[in-house]
Structures are given as structure tokens and as C-alpha cells.
């Protein structure tokens, strides 16, 4: 008798305590994420936007932040995600030299899946909609005093996706650290496709 007393104390103490686990961990939640972009530039047109060589490919430091709502398995949240520009000098002969700069932002609606919420290291999957302004500078500079320089920009606001995952570290009941890898769809900028690979690292509080 004693021991299925003990038994059924141990067993309601552990579903109190998986409850206080579950209640704790879910809520609205503010978190900050930072790491590394590389955009790619995809069938660019002559001259246009990309067409040289390298133009960005170049690793740049991105930063973000995400207001959202926790519920068990499920996490959705808006978040801001700020990349720094890429610039690009190409030599066109020993008298002109254009220079390029790139950039761009996003909002995005966010939705994730935790696989094992309530364990210390959860993996987890994630998806996102929304839209990235993508910006295009080009001057052209020169030397030469019969030559007139010339001066491009482009903008666009894009309908983007996200596809992306990783893992989740949790430090306390409301206290995470996640690091994860997202792939962005970002349209198309002067008939050239965008796309973007992003590594991060990140913190989440829940409230």
C-alpha cells in the first residue's frame, strides 16, 4: 500500500509539474536574432542587376527582431529583419569604375513547430510570408573629362517565403537560446531573382 501511495504521489508531482512546465513556457514572447546573409542573384539580364561577377556574393551580418505568442508546439510571430548592404566596385577600363550597392529588408509573419517543447534541446521547423524591400544603387565614376557619368536605383517591395529550422537550448522555463538556418524567396529585381541563405543565433524571453 505504501508503495502505490508512493507511486501515485510521484506520478501527480510529475504532472504538476510538466503542467507548471507547460504554463510557464507558453505565452508572448520578444526575442532577438543575429548572424550571417549571403544573397544570391539568379538569371540576370545583361547589364542588369548582378551581371558581374561576384556582385554579392559576400557574407553580410543581419539582425532581427520578433514580437510573438508560444502555445506548446506552436509559435507564430511578426518580426523586422535588417541586412546590411553589399557594395561592389567593378572596373570598367584604367578611367571608369562602377560602383554598386545592394540592400535589403523584410517584415515577416512567422509560424514554428517545436518537436519536443517541454525537453532542454527541442528541434524545431518554421515557414514565413511577407515582404522584403530590395534596393539597387549603381555610379558610375570617371575620370575622364569627356565622359558623362551615369547614375541607377531600383526598389522593389517583394512578396517573400521563408523555409527554415534548428535547435532550441532552454536555459530556463522561459528563457531560450535558439540557433537555426532560413532560406528566403525574395521575387525578382530588374527581371533578376532574388533568393538569400541565413544562419542565426538567437534569444527568446517568454513573458
Not at 88 to 116: I, P, W
Amino acid at each position: 500500500m505504501n508503495k502505490l501511495l508512493l507511486a501515485a504521489s510521484a506520478a501527480v508531482l510529475t504532472l504538476g509539474l510538466a503542467y507548471q512546465a507547460s504554463a510557464d513556457c507558453n505565452g508572448l514572447y520578444l526575442a532577438g536574432r543575429g548572424g550571417v546573409v549571403k544573397h544570391k542573384i539568379e538569371n540576370p539580364k545583361k547589364g542588369g542587376v548582378g551581371n558581374s561577377d561576384n556582385d554579392f556574393d559576400k557574407q553580410k551580418l543581419m539582425l532581427s527582431g520578433a514580437l510573438g505568442y508560444r502555445y506548446d508546439y506552436l509559435r507564430v510571430e511578426a518580426e523586422y529583419v535588417w541586412r546590411d548592404k553589399v557594395k561592389h566596385n567593378d572596373f570598367v577600363d584604367e578611367d571608369t569604375s562602377l560602383k554598386r550597392q545592394f540592400k535589403s529588408y523584410s517584415y515577416m509573419l512567422n509560424a514554428y513547430f517545436d518537436l519536443a517543447p517541454y525537453s532542454w534541446i527541442t528541434p524545431y521547423v518554421g515557414a514565413g510570408i511577407g515582404m522584403t524591400n530590395l534596393k539597387f544603387k549603381e555610379n558610375e565614376v570617371t575620370s575622364s573629362p569627356v565622359t558623362e557619368p551615369s547614375f541607377r536605383r531600383l526598389k522593389e517591395d517583394n512578396f517573400t517565403w521563408s523555409v527554415g529550422g534548428g535547435l532550441s537550448i532552454k536555459v530556463t522555463n522561459r528563457f531560450n537560446v535558439d540557433a537555426g538556418y532560413r532560406y528566403y524567396d525574395m521575387g525578382d529585381l530588374d527581371k533578376a531573382d532574388i533568393t538569400a541563405h541565413e544562419i542565426y543565433g538567437g534569444i527568446r524571453y517568454v513573458f
